[in-house]
Structures are given as C-alpha cells and as structure tokens.
C-alpha cells in the first residue's frame, strides 16, 4: 500500500480527478498549499513597489492506493497534470504502514 | 468651508446670498435676518446625513488599514480606529469641542465655556441654518478620523496603550487648536484669509505629519523592507475605500454646511478628483509595471480625495480633474520613493494624507475660482496664505507630537516586544484572532 | 418620537413648535394650521435618508451575527436576517402597517383600513410633514430589523423553516399591537405617558425576551458551553457594527420624523451613547482580562446604541455618555454570567437587546430632561410609567412569544438534527457554502 | 422621472403641482414662478444624498460580482467596476453629461455646449429645484454602474484593456444617446411619452442586452458548463446586495428630483419589490431545489430591484409587490435555461438585468397609475410606447456594442489567453492576489 | 516511531483530541483538506442549477508517536471520531525516520 | 530520498527559506496549520468569558531531499526556527518511496 503525493498546478484538480476516476481510482484527501521549486515566483506591485514571491499556490493531493494501483495512479495523474511549463509539480511515493477505516475498522487494503 | 473669508471676487451674484447665509460674515445680511436665526430643515436634513457620512468614514478606514496588514494584525488595526470611535466620540463632547470652537482666547484656542456641551442646543450659531447640536456632532466626526489615520503609520507593531493615550492627548494639544486656528471664530489662520474648505491642514496634514513622526521614532517593522509585507485581504480594502469616497461627499460638501450650490460643487469637484486620481494611479502602475493594480486604483481614489479636501468649494471641475490627478502622481512618487529610501510609513498614512494634503492646500491657492480666488484667477497673495498655513500646520503638529510620543515612550513605551511583533497584535495585545476555521 | 405626550416642563420655548408640528398634537397650533397639512421638503429629505439607513442596518446586522457563527454557520445566519427583509418588507405593507397604526381598535391594535396601504398617499398624516407613504416605509424598516434580532440567540441549531413562520407570526401578533401601544395614536401606552424615543421596549425588548425564550425552548449548541465556539470572521462583525452605528443614526434621529433640533439632539446622544458603550466594555475587558477586545469594543457600541433608543430625544448629551456606559456595563456582566450559568444566547440577543433595551427604557424615565421629564428632573411618576411600560412589554412578548414557539414546534419541529448541526446550517439548510477554495 | 410626460389622466389632484414643480412642464405653473427658479434646500439635501447612494451602488457590485467569482479573479472582477468610476467619473464629466443632457440635435443626442460643464453652476435648470451641478452628479453616478454592470457577463476572461477601451466608447456612444433619448429635453422617446421613471432601458436593459453580446462574442469560461464554478464569498456576495438595496433608494427615489409624496412612493415600491423578488427566488428554489439558498434570496431582491426601476415612482404599493415577483421569477426561470443552454453569461448580468429591465419597462406600461396610467388603468397605448422604447433601445445596443466589440477584438482582443485565464485574472492582469496568507 | 494521520469529521476534531488526552497522547499537527471517497459529495444550489460538489471538508491530524502508543491512539481516535456513515474518515499509518525537536535539538523518541 | 516535515512557527517560515537557499537547497512545499504539543494554548476572551485555545498557528514546509543532504537541510532549519522557547515546533524525516517531475517524467532523485 502506498501513498501517492501529487503537488500540482490548482486549476489541474478537477482534470486529475477525472482521469483517476476514469481508472476506477477513488478516494483522495486534498490540501490547499504553496509551493517553491524552479518555477520562477512572480512579480506582484504594491504601491509602486515590486516584490518577488516566492511561493505559488498549489494543489496537494494525497491518495492511498495499493501497490498494484500505483503505476495506473501517477500515469493518470501526470497525462492530466502536466502541461510542459515549469511549474506542473511533482508526484513523491510513500510507503504506507497500515490503514485503517474508522467507521467499520476494516484495515489494510481493505480500509481504501 | 465651515468658515471662510469670503473673498472679494465671488464670481456669480446668486452664490453671495448663500455664502452669507452660510457664514453669517456679510454685516448687511445678518443685520437683515431677525434676532433668532431660524433653521432651514433642509440644511438640516443634509448636515444630519453628512454628520453619520463622515462618522462611516472611520469603520471604512478600519477596513481599509485592516484589509493592507498581515492577517495576525488585522484587529489591531481595525482597533485604532474603533477606539477613535470610542474615545473621541466621547472626549469631543466633554471638552474636544469647546478647545476648538469656544470663544477665541488669543486667536489660537477655545475657551472652556462649551464645557459638556454646555449651553449647546438646537438652536443655530450665528450665521449658520442648522441646530448648533448638528454643528458639534458633524465636527465631532472630523475629530474622531484624524487621529485614526495616523494608525496608518504605525501599524503592526504600536501598542495599543500608547496609541490609545497618544489620540487623547494629539486631539486635546494638537487637532482641537488647530481646527479653531482654521475654523473657529478669531482663529488667526481663518483671519488671515488661509482656504481651507473640508481640512486639509486640519486633518490631513496633521494626521500625516504626525504619522511620518511617529513611524520614525518608531522604527520598521521587522522584514520590512527585505520581505514582502502584502496586504492579506484586497476586497475589504476596495470595500473601504468605497466607503471612504461615499462618506467623504459627507465630509467635503457637508462642509458647506448647507444644502446649496456650494455643497453641490464641492460634491462633484470631489467625485471627479477622486476619479481623476484612480484613474492617475491605475495608469502609472500601467505604464510603470506593466499592470494596472486594484489598489493603486483605490490609493489614487484616496489621494485624489485627500487633495480636494481643501479645495472641494472653491474649484471648478474641470480644475478638480488636475488637482486630483496630480495629487495622486504626487503620492505615488512619494511612496515609491519612500519605500526605496526605507521609511516604513506601512499603509502611507503620510504619503497619502500627508502629501496629498499638503499638495492639495497649495493648489487650492492655485486654482480657487468659486467663492474665493488664486493664483490663477489673479490672487497671488491666497497662494501665499497657503503656503503660510501649511507651514504653520507642519511646525506645530511636528513639535508637539514629538515631544508627544517622546513623553509616552518614556511613560508606557511605544512599541510592543519583538516576539509580540512576530506572533502579531491580535493576540498579543487584544487576545483574539481575527479568523478561525 | 413618533408620538409622544409633550410634558409640562418643556424646557426651552423654542422646541415648542417643532413639537407641535411633529405631533400635531397641541390643540392649537394644529387649528392654526390650514386643512391640508403640507408637506416640508427638508423634513422629507431627512426621512427619505432614514428609512434607507434603517434599511441598512439588517444587513448590517447579517455581517454583525454571521461572522461571530462559525463558517459552516455563516450563511444560515446571514439567512434569518436576509429573509427578514424578503418576508417582512411584503408584511408590512400587506398588513403589518395597518396592524401597527390603523385606527385604534380598543387601544391595543389597529384597525384594517389601511389594508395593503388603500388611502395611503403623498399627503402627509395629521401633525406630520411628510408624506404618509415615507412614515410606513421609515416604521417598515423598524418591523424588518426586530424579528431579524432574535436570530442571534438560536444560531447555529434552529430550523430556517421554523424560523420564517416564526417571524411572520411574531410581527403580526407581537410586534404590530406592540408598535401600536406605544406609537399607534390611541394606544395605551402612548396615552399613559411612556417615553419610548425610538424603540427600547418595541424593539429592542421585545426582540431581546422572544430571543431568550427562544434559545431556552430550544437548548444549547452542540459543544456549548464546554467547547471554545468562536467567532470565524471578526473583521466581518467590526464592518457590521459599524453599519449599525451608521444606519442608527436613521433609527433614532430619524424618529424625530423631521429634521429640527430635537433629530440633532438625538443624532448626538446616539453617537456619545455608542461611543461611551464602547469605551466602558473596552477598558472592562482590558481591566478584567487585561486585554482590550475588539469585539468587547464593538458589543459595548451596540450596547449605548441600544440603551439610547428609548432616550434619544429626551436626554442631554452629558447623560447620554452616562446612559452608554451603564447600559454597556450591565450588558456586559449579564453576558458574563449567563455564559457561567451554560445559557446559550449564543450571540447576546437578549443580552444586549433585551438587557440594554431594559435599562435603556427605565433610564430614560430618570434622565429625561427634553421634551419631557424624568427622576432627575422632578418627575417620578414618569419612571414608573416607564417600569409599567417595560413589564407589560414583558409580559405580553413572553406569553405571546412562548405560545408561537410551542405551535411551531408541534407543526414544524424547531431545530435541525444533531447530524445537520455538525455539518452546518449553510449546507443543510440551504444547500450552499459561504466560502470556496 | 428626471422628466416624464405627465399624462392626462393623474389619478389624485393633490399631484399635480408636485408633479408640476418638480417637471416645470406646465406652462401655468412656470409662469407663475420667478424668472430665476430657486433652490429648494430639502430637494437639494435629498439629492445630495441621492448622488452618493448611487455612487455606492458601484462598490457594491464590485462586492456582489467579487464574491460569485472564483478567487483568482476577485480583483480582477471588482477592477471592473472601480475602473468604470475612475473612467466613467472623469468623463461624464469631460463630455458624456452634454451628449446626454446638452441642447437637443435632431432628438437623438445632446450637443456640446457643457463640455467640460461650462455654464454649469449652482441655479437649478428650468422646472427643477435643485442645483444644476448637483443633477449632473447625480446622472453621472448612473453612467458609472451602467457599464460596470456589463462586466458580470465577461468575466474570469476578458481582458482588462479591452474592458476599459469598451467602457470608454460604449459609454459615448451607447449610454449617452440612450439617456438623452429618455431623459434628455428634446430626447424622441421622451416626446413620444415612454415612461421609464431611473433607467430600466437606459441602464439596465442597455447594460443587460449589451452583457449577452458580449459574453457570446467571448465565449465560454473554461470548464464552464462541465464544472461547478461556484462562488468563493457568499457573505461580500450578501454585503454587496445589502449596499445595492441600500443605494437603489437614491437610485430610484432621487429620479424624482426632489424630496417629495413621489420619492417617497418610489422609495416604498422600490424597497417592496425587493422584497417580494426576494420572497419569490426563495421560495422558488426551496420548491425546486429542495432548500432556499441565499443566493437566490439576494439574486431575486435585485431581480424585484432591476424590476421596479423603469415603474417606481407609478405604480401603486400593492402592484410593486406583484411586479417583483413576477420579474424576479422571469430571471429566475431564464437563468436556468441559459446555463442549461450553455450560455455563460457568468455572473448573469443579462439574466437579471436584461431580462429583468425589460420585464420591468413593459409591465411599467401595464401598472402604471400614479403620474401616468398604463394597460390596467386604461391606457393600452402606453403599454404600446412601453414596447417602442424597449425594441428600440434593444436595437441600437446591440447594433453599436457589436459593432465596438468586433473593433476591439481586431485591435487589441477581447479575451485573456488559456494560460492566464488558468492562472488567474488577479495574477495576470493585475499583478496582485486577493488574498494571502 | 510512527507518523498516524487521521482524517476525520471536521466536528469530530474535539473529540478525538480529548480521547488522546485521556490516554495521555499529546501533540498533534492538524490541517484543513477536503476529501473524496465513498461518501457521496453534496448538492450545491447556484441560481437555479445543480452542481454536484463531489469534496467535503475533513480535517486530517497527524500525530507522530512511539511504536508502543500506536494502538492505543488509534483506538482513541476511532472510538471518538466513528459515528457509523460513510464519511467518517480514515486512518494511515507511515513509519518515521527521525525527528527533531527544533528548541532542544533532541532527536528521536525524545523529541516527542 | 528523503522528505524532511518541519513544523515551524509561522513567522520563521522566511528565515528558514533563506537558510536552505543559501545552502543550495531549492524547493519546498508549504501548509499551513495548527498544531497542539507542549507549548501552552492562548486564552481568546469572548464577551466576557476567556477560552483556552489548544491550538496554535503553525507552519508545516515538507521538503524532499536526496539522503546526503538531510543533515545539511536539517541543520539550516534548526538554526533559523530556534528561538529557544517551546513551541519553536519538531523536524519528522520520512523516507520517500520514488518522485517523478510531472513535466519531465524524471523519475527519483532526478525528478527534484
Ligand atoms: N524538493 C521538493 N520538495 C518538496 N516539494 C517540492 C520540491 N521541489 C518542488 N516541489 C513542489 O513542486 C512544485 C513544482 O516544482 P518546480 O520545481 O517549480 O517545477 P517542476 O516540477 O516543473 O520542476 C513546487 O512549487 C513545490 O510545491
Ligand atoms: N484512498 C484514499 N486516499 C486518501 N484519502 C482517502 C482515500 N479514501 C478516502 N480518503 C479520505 O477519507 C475520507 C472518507 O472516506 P470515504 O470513503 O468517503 O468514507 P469511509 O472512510 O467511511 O469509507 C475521504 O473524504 C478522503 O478524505
Ligand atoms: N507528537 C507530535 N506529532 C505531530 N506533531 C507534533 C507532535 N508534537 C508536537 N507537534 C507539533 O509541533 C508543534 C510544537 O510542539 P511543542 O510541543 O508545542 O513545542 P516544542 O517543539 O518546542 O516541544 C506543535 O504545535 C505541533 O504542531
């Protein structure tokens, strides 16, 4: 069972959620946060100042697949994340311990 | 226009009736009028909405300082003008109102004989058409703004106490005799002949100058300027300043003091010029940055405002258009320069109020036309009464506001801890925080 | 002063006519008077203004109680105030007016002649100066914004279907009779003497006791008091307070029902009242828990702005400030101990209205010294007419108010699941979300 | 009702010298009157206020558009309407007031004998009371939302110089000769007795109809149909219909010009209709959709708004309640198909303003009964003139918006390119984020 | 040494973190997501059309812990935070390397 | 691979990007948060009443880091979070399964 991070652009979830979908891959927890890679930050002007920043919103999603699921998962996520600009984001793979289903506590895989 | 010198070259007849009636200055006419003045409930009606107008103004100051701090500050800076509110509401009626417009003791203050409001009814001042009341509370508005603006300067890191005690003294040594110098009866700039229609001395100049003080003495706010300090929440700043342009038709035609042609010209010189000014502002981050930003757009809103104040009943429109216009390139150079020099004014209370202010009283003297003239229309000598009220403004309100804060850092201390800072004033000085989930 | 008993001891001569003309109800001046009475244009104009400030308030009053909910909250909150305004804007005019102030059937409620507004025009009504239409818009605003006040004690829980039933039999069968006791012309309290300038029994009573009735018939929110339930937006409550300062000035000056002295008096205590409100809760936060609160500061407003109502045009300035600070004082300490005691008003409702509406009425009976008179000024006799006037209002909102709860909630049941409770009103209720990434 | 034909049949005779003095159209009245009509201060202090609560009406929609877009486009969306009272402000003044208001040339358009507002001042026009300068204020701040409306169809994609180039022209070239068609002496809809008594040709369906041009020629947000786009703010949505209700009195109030039994008429049907749109989407969508949302209940309070404009001042209480239904539902029942059709008129600005605007013109011809009489009251040929004017106004907007919007798209391109509309018009185009951390 | 990320009910949060203060867990980390899975998403009116909003807000927690206090906290957690519908939520169990205390510099089990 | 979870105070978020960039650490992923461990709550007072609140604003940045430089990202965080008190927040080091750049395709360590 692993862990699937997806950091990608915001305006790419609903496409990401589709194509994973599509697969029969249900189920993710999603975050709001701001990313800072090589993608350059941008410029914004307060009161004729110019200031860099840094961080660029981004869409962090998590999703827990079993292992059998993982290649599907990220090919699905990077056909519909990726647009060829700096910036797209990264997919990071994470073992997963355990699982556990709070409402019937089913565990493992069959927590997902 | 609460009280001025009605110049020898009023243009159109119609208009002296209504300046007489409003000034009771034209020997003739008050002899005229019978021993009671009577109240025109018109006037009235308007002087009431202009009273609760420029109240607004300080709720939409709040949301428009509050909306430019970070989100940990955003109550602190909110609760300067709050406490104005409360503070000044209540100081103004106690004894803010006598010091200003009590009768003139040496030309610079008021005596104490409007003590508590004391013989003040609903009867009207001399020379004026509404409830000596109204007069006071409309006034009162203007004093509890003007130390709120100041907030500006020090956001993010003044303690409350010490802003708290510094209002109550500024408006006591600092706002109630100047307004009498430039609005009370026997004031020696109302004397003098100085133009200052809605108080661009009176508030702008004094509330940004002191601010430019008090941001010195200060210091920076920690990060500024290495990091980005950005504004956490633009909408409620567009919200503010929206409140700010509607309550200031109170505050600038309000100062007519009657409804009358001279309210109906300061209303549209100060719509136009503070359309003049967004539209400066929304230009030159166009040009200058490439995209053209909400809040230069607001800020030049602002500016142009500040810059009409003095002059809202004494220009053309068309002179509106310029006046607000350079008051905002006026500003925005300021502020850019300001910023690369340093200077952590945060929210530009003085490269705002201070610089919009201080064009706005010289041009005034530049441009006056209607009940007044100047430079332009052939009085050179109001241009330079201008020059000499603002001087005088910046002189007075530097040195006691500085010996001012000087008094409190050594009392209570101006500043909040560094750890305060960082952890931010809502819940440091307040205990609450402005969002929770 | 929609209608109130002129008193003896009128002080000043001078408000005498403005009295008589408002109310029309010296004999005298009303047979001076020609058959049709005119209509005043300035005195127009102010109502004009007021009717559209009170307006104001309710969603004033929306921003004020939705951002002290929680966010899931925020929409159903803002709901009971929006619906208000829907539903009791068609009421009123339907039959709410005529309710209120058609002809007086047996001295406690009006007749039907004024159904749906037949024979209400452009001219104005006996001893007033505008046009009968403007005096049921500007009494309309009034009938919006008290029922809406209930919300704040059963936020958060209370069905909205039970909720809109609620008011629309509440502003029939409480408020309308209640508005014609004290300012329908032949009601009982009118006739007995009680003083109410703008509303403190009416309203804010009124509204206060249903409220606290209320939040006890339907119990505490899930996590009450044990759980920290904070405010999730405290700039949206600071705006909202700050438009109900605004549009009160409308409230009470306006009930002057035209624009003369006795609006500037009360457009003054008004303001000192709020001011002094919000000072007081201020410092008590700051002595008591050794942080100034903005909300305490905001609370403490609305605290003075509710216990002036009832005062406005009767009491000096000086009281006012007075009158403020006790009103915020005792809001404050009830609020204090009905959080201890595990009442869950879960926005103060009755704690600031019902509380401060309370002292405001029974101070108005010592303090009165305008256009009329209370203890201080000699006259017991008004203070108990004033305590005659806040029991029956008591008695008659409970009785009335707990028989309604109780039907309503056989018929329609009156608080959502515990399940709709955790998710929230504004998904449940309503099918929305008041805020998206 | 800046200036009606006063049909024969006015129902109550105590309306005619109103009507007379505020009109100056009947011969017999003016020449009773002075050579130098004078100033009324109530009609004026009304104005006064009218003027700023119309200007409010722009940062209110600023409000009510940010909060239904998604939050990278709040600014972007709110730049919209501060841009038109940049722009707008600036050239009403320069020259839109005179093709709108200037003598007439062929019944069509004002010539420019006010540019610049030369000889504009402070005596009243023939017929009115109120300063000239003030009634330009007044009509300017109807030229500022006009256009500003137009932006709720575009946007989350139009670019921001192709929205200001727009402004600019349509500005001059639509709105201007539309007003003086209707407003303006001379004007051929005026002559042919069209009733729209605040703009529900003029601006709303003009705005209305303009906006569906517009958002077809743009073509669809991305994502739009498939995805929910959902609004990020729904408490600025509800404050921005709270301020537009509020503004809306002096929007339709003031076009009687004069604090009078009609403004006050205006004021009552105005806030009734509202209300009952209000009531009507609300309980619509509880039927349809299972639960009232809030956005429906303020989409309906501008739809009943929208409604009652071109009928407010002659049209009974009771058939204002009747009007506001109807429309609000009328919009109600259109947006639904637009979005089932796919249309993205995003923020629905032809769906409530076009659709509401129109609805509201003709019923106008079937209510009308004070001031005028309409289909119900016995003049079919109204009800005839009614559908005139909105044919005509239909006809000239969509010819000339199409003509400038092809012009536009050739020189500088309507649309932001895939990239940016992805990112965000606030990144984008202004360089600024609306919120942060 | 175990990293146990919890995503719950938002109104289950108080619960769960008084059910591990019971059993003397203390310290948590805790983030706004919103989440899909089984549980239907909801209807969102927006002028007169229905949207089908397919995330709902959950919190996730997470909570590093010894490997000893593994069980106990996740049995805290679900008895607190278990209300028996789709929805409630999920437990994930991921094995921690190190850790740090920033203040003392301690590592380990002692920087818990 | 590893992926370095540091819970900062929000105010040290900029002292700690500095750090790291100057020591050519580039990227990072950033949430924020509230967390609850041994630092005491803040009390809010409420109309009269004053209440505990457990939780406290707090920074999480996750980044991912190939294994020889944990100490040295380590290391640069630690010395500008610290400021000595409590609550100046805890380092987690998870070990991180595979990455891919969205827009590449790079997988593992080439993909950061
Ligand atoms: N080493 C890293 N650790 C954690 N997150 C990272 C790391 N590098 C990049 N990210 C995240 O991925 C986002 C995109 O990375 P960036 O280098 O800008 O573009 P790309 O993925 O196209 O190379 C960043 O904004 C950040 O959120
Ligand atoms: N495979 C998954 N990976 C990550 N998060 C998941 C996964 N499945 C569910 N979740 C999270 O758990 C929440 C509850 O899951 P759901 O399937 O709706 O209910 P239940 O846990 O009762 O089966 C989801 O909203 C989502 O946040
Ligand atoms: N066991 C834990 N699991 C997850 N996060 C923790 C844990 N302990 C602490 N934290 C996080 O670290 C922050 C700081 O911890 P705290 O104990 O308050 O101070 P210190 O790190 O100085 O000992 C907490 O607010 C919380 O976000």
Request: proline share 4%.
């Amino acid at each position: 069972m692993k862990m699937i991070r997806a950091i990608i652009q915001p305006h790419r979830l609903e496409a990401v959620r589709d194509a994973l979908t599509q697969r029969g891959i249900m189920g993710m927890t999603v975050f709001e946060a701001r990313g800072y890679g090589r993608q350059r930050g941008h410029t914004e002007v307060y009161r004729g100042a110019e200031y860099q920043v840094a961080f660029r919103p981004k869409i962090v999603a998590d999703l827990v697949v079993p292992d059998n699921q993982v290649d599907d998962a990220t090919d699905a996520i990077v056909s519909a994340a990726k647009s060829g600009s700096v910036g797209d984001g990264k997919i990071f793979i994470f073992e997963v311990g355990d699982a556990i289903r709070i409402r019937t506590g089913d565990r493992d895989e069959n927590a997902l | 226009m609460r009280r001025f010198r009605p110049v020898r070259s009023i243009p159109a007849a119609t208009r002296r009736p209504m300046v007489a009636a409003a000034l009771g200055l034209v020997a003739g006419t008050v002899a005229a009028q019978p021993a009671a003045p009577a109240i025109d409930t018109g006037d009235t009606a308007w002087m009431l909405v202009s009273a609760a107008l420029v109240l607004l103004m300080t709720p939409g100051l709040a949301l428009f300082y509050g909306g430019l701090v970070r989100g940990k500050n955003v109550l602190g800076t909110m609760m300067q003008s709050l406490a104005a509110m409360a503070l000044v509401g209540v100081l103004w009626v106690v004894c803010g109102y006598t010091i200003a417009f009590g009768s003139d003791l040496g030309h610079v203050v008021g005596a104490f004989d409007y003590l508590l409001l004391r013989g003040v009814g609903g009867d009207p001042l001399d020379g004026q058409s509404i409830p000596h009341l109204l007069f006071v509370a409309f006034q009162g508005m203007f004093a509890i703004i003007t130390p709120a603006l100041i907030g500006g300067a020090v956001a993010e890191r003044m303690k409350f106490k010490a802003f708290l005690l510094f209002m109550l003294l500024w408006v006591l040594l600092v706002y109630a005799p100047l307004a009498h110098w430039v609005w009370g009866s026997g004031g020696w700039l109302l004397e003098l002949g100085a133009l200052d229609f809605a108080g661009g001395t009176v508030v702008h100049i004094s509330s940004g100058f002191s601010a430019l003080i008090a941001c010195l003495m200060l210091g920076r706010r920690r990060g500024f300027p290495g990091e980005p300090i950005l504004p956490h929440n633009l909408p409620l700043v567009i919200l503010g300043a929206g409140l700010l342009w509607f309550g200031w038709f109170g505050f600038n035609a309000g100062s007519a003091l009657a409804a009358n042609g001279t309210a109906a010209l300061a209303l549209v010189t100060t719509h136009v010029s503070a359309a003049a000014g967004a539209l400066a502002w929304l230009l030159y981050d166009w040009i200058k940055h490439g995209r053209p930003t909400a809040l230069g757009t607001v800020s030049g809103a602002v500016a142009g405002l500040v810059g009409i104040t003095p002059a809202a009943g004494f220009v053309s429109p068309a002179a509106a258009i310029a006046l607000g216009a350079v008051t905002s390139l006026g500003c925005v150079t300021f502020v850019t320069w300001r910023t690369r020099r340093g200077i952590d004014d945060s929210l530009d209370a003085f490269g705002i109020h201070g610089v919009g202010g201080t064009i706005g009283a010289l041009l005034t003297g530049v441009f006056a036309s209607h009940n007044a003239a100047g430079l332009l229309t052939g009085d050179a000598r109001q241009f330079g009464i201008q020059i000499v009220g603002v001087v005088a403004t910046y002189v007075y309100v530097g040195i006691v506001t500085f010996i001012l804060l000087k008094v409190l850092q050594g009392a209570v201390g101006l500043r909040v801890t560094v750890e305060e800072e960082m952890i931010g004033l809502d819940q440091t000085q307040h205990g609450e925080a402005g969002y929770s989930m």
